[in-house]
């Protein structure tokens, strides 16, 4: 199964890096969360979701519908 983040990021045409200044999340940081080496905390997960215009819950693979309306 491919991770979300990586998948929300490649459908936007970004790279890490792009993320990364827009976010403030470290790119080494993002690369992890895309493998599934390292879990986003909390925080960082609200700020991802708040940038991809999506719910948590989609990126944790809690729901199918990224819409942040369900």
Do not use: W
Not at 13 to 18: D, V
Not at 28 to 48: D, V
Not at 51 to 65: E, P
């Amino acid at each position: 199964m491919e991770n979300r983040l990586h998948l929300l990021r490649k459908s936007k045409g970004l790279s890490q890096i792009t993320v990364q200044m827009d976010t403030g999340v470290d790119q080494s940081l993002l690369s992890k969360f895309e493998k599934g080496i390292r879990i986003p905390p909390t925080e960082t997960l609200i700020k991802l979701a708040d940038f991809y215009n999506v719910s948590i819950d989609y990126i944790l693979y809690r729901t199918d519908k990224p819409d942040l309306n369900r």
